[in-house]
């Protein structure tokens, strides 16, 4: 935005000296004041904003090669509007005023690619770390849904294990029965047979 006022006032300044209208030339006169009180308070807000040395580096360059224009753009307009002396006004803006202008420019034109560079640095870092916070939540969604089947298999696997440990105790349980059982028919089978021959016996001997 500094530059675009800057390019403005620039601009004005030289529409001045091609116009002869007092009214015209007042008119330009108040803009191009205005434009450059806008560029000197953007360069200062600019100015506290600026974080690496290379910024500050070629931020001053702009400062140092704005000075010598202005001042000299400043004198071809009070020799022309002040003094009415329009040669001399026209002979200060083309040998000084001018070649003033061409390093101030460059110093803009170096600052802003600088600018630009860092922003798309910057740009790129941003993505860089998207695209790295984007894989780091994918793995860490990934190991939440390992650990969650780990956490499912190990507990299916257990209340399998008791599931068939239940079983088997209950088969024990259920075979220990039978045997019982058997066991008990038989020896009251037996205790059947030996009674009866007891029996038996004592009825032979009467």
């Not at 800057?6 to 434009?35: G, P």
């Not at 600019?46 to 001053?60: A, G, M, P, T, V």
């Not at 008791?162 to 105790?169: N, T, V």
């Amino acid at each position: 935005e500094a530059l675009r006022y800057s390019n403005s006032s620039s601009q004005i300044t030289l529409q001045i000296f091609m116009v002869q209208d007092a009214n015209e030339i007042a008119s330009l006169m108040a803009k191009r004041a205005e434009y450059s009180s806008r560029v000197t308070n953007l360069i200062a807000a600019i100015d506290e904003k600026l974080e690496s040395n290379r910024e500050q580096e070629l931020f001053h360059e702009v400062r140092v090669a704005r000075e010598p224009y202005v001042a000299s753009y400043t004198q071809a307009l009070h020799l022309l509007v002040q003094d009415m002396e329009f040669e001399r006004a026209r002979t200060v803006m083309v040998r000084q005023s001018l070649p003033y202008l061409l390093p101030y420019r460059d110093a803009w034109d170096n600052f802003v690619q600088f600018e630009g560079q860092e922003m798309n640095r910057a740009i790129q870092e941003s993505e860089a770390l998207q695209t790295r916070s984007t894989v780091m939540t994918f793995s860490l969604i990934s190991l939440a849904v390992a650990l969650a089947a780990t956490i499912a298999f190990v507990v299916t696997r257990g209340m399998i294990r008791a599931l068939a440990e239940q079983q088997r105790a209950e088969e024990t349980v259920r075979t220990l029965n039978r045997e019982l059982e058997q066991k008990v028919a038989e020896r009251t089978s037996e205790l059947a047979r030996v009674n009866g021959e007891l029996a038996k016996d004592i009825a032979h001997r009467q």
